[in-house]
């Protein structure tokens, strides 16, 4: 435990189902359990060191919120014991300890004083608190009174200014709308370059692997596997693939997401958020958004034109290549790439990538674009299908591309 900012030993979580409200009764008169368990969370045990970077993976109903939600103490194991070395900042339900009569600056004192601190500590980070929320005089007003981007605002701030050790993120990296999920994801890669242990939920395999040391596959309520994040996540995405196939995407933020992001938040200061202004798709002589192409001939030219915003670094650009299953075949980054975007001579970022003799075998194809922070993790915009590609061939290869390859005469 000397190293381990974590460490679980046979945690579990289950629920008493009874199958008729009156077996409640006649199990307090007989003393004899009328009920049924439901294991929400099976027996597990693993440690995570200070510093470390844990992801969280698993499908719907794995048991990944209830395993987070026992280390952030919202709700109370079963089975089992947990040490926890550091205070603890959790990212699950933002401002489930708001009193929505209270103001918003004597929530900040609740809150705050629910996580230990006295009322001199929070003095001393109220102003820090109230400045990165961004909400203005409505500091002042009942909280049921904000909207609910203020209220996810105040709630974020709060939860980073308590100075943790280690910090639980619950699916989402940021918070908000556009120009403050840019803020919050800032704050919370600079607990990660800072050392801070983290434990990262999300079903976005691209950003786990970004982020995550190690990763914990949660099946069940039970741990299935734990290990480097390529091995643990190329096994379970080829079981998800398997299992239900859908639509695989950049971009992994549901719809309702978007519209949490987009939100106008009451604020003094609004800011610009980089934003794809145009695509242009080429080949040949010939501009547009659908293509005939001919495998291993064609040259493919994407262009991308973006709006830089304001008060962040470039951007970069990713492109991806789906097949009609929406399974991505293929994708690069200009980050991967090692590319530096510039800006044109009106001011607008700018990206040209070009696939010479463009590798696909026959079929239909379509390209998304998505426009991403400096570190190719923050999403700010896709375009989903934004081109569809259609693949002639002259050969008889199969499959969805032609790798590079050579044939060798073994009597030379």
Not at 294 to 299: A, F, K, L, V
Not at 305 to 326: R, T, Y
Request: hydrophobic share 40%; aromatic share 8%; glycine share 8%.
């Amino acid at each position: 435990m000397n190293n381990a900012a974590i460490s679980l030993k046979c945690v579990s979580k289950f629920y008493k189902y009874y199958e008729k409200e009156i077996d409640r009764i006649k199990e307090i008169l007989t003393g004899n359990p009328r009920y049924q368990q439901i294991h929400a969370l099976k027996p597990v045990s693993f440690e995570v060191a200070k510093g470390e970077v844990l992801g969280v993976i698993g499908q719907n109903g794995a048991g990944k919120s209830t395993l987070l939600k026992v280390l952030a103490k919202t709700i109370i194991p079963s089975t089992g014991e947990i040490q926890i070395n550091g205070r603890i900042a959790a990212l699950l339900e933002l401002g489930a300890s708001f009193h929505p009569d209270m103001t918003g600056a004597e929530n900040v004192y609740l809150s705050c004083a629910i996580q230990g601190l006295s009322k001199k500590e929070i003095a001393v980070i109220y102003d820090e608190i109230v400045a990165f929320a961004e909400i203005g005089d409505f500091i002042e007003r009942p909280v049921k009174t904000y909207s609910s981007g203020m209220f996810v605002r105040l709630a974020f701030s709060i939860a980073t200014h308590i100075d943790p050790e280690i910090l639980i993120i619950d699916e989402a990296l940021s918070v908000g709308d556009g120009a403050f999920s840019r803020k919050s994801f800032d704050r919370i890669m600079d607990f990660k370059d800072a050392g801070k242990t983290i434990l990262f939920c999300s079903h976005s395999m691209y950003q786990v692997e970004a982020l995550c040391d190690r990763v914990i596959w949660l099946e069940k309520g039970q741990i299935r596997k734990v290990g480097s994040p390529v091995d643990v996540i190329t096994q379970y995405s080829e079981l998800v693939r398997m299992a239900s196939p859908k639509e695989e995407s950049l971009d992994k933020t549901s719809n309702e997401e978007k519209e949490n992001f987009q939100q106008q938040v009451e604020s003094t200061d609004v800011k610009s958020i980089p934003s794809i202004v145009d695509v242009l798709v080429r080949v040949g002589d010939k501009v547009g958004n659908v293509h005939k192409v001919i495998s291993g001939e064609s040259d493919l030219e994407i262009s991308v034109v973006f709006d830089p915003g304001e008060g962040v670094p470039l951007a970069s650009v990713a492109i991806a290549f789906s097949g009609g299953d929406g399974r991505i075949l293929s994708s690069t980054g200009s980050v991967h790439d090692g590319v530096v975007l510039s800006l044109n001579e009106k001011g607008q970022g700018v990206a040209k990538v070009v696939f010479p003799q463009l590798a696909l075998l026959r079929g239909n194809y379509y390209l998304d674009i998505a426009l991403l922070c400096e570190k190719g993790l923050h999403l700010y915009e896709t375009i989903r299908r934004a081109a569809e590609i259609h693949v002639e061939q002259k050969g008889l290869e199969r499959g969805f591309v032609v790798l590079p390859h050579r044939w060798e005469n073994m009597n030379d």
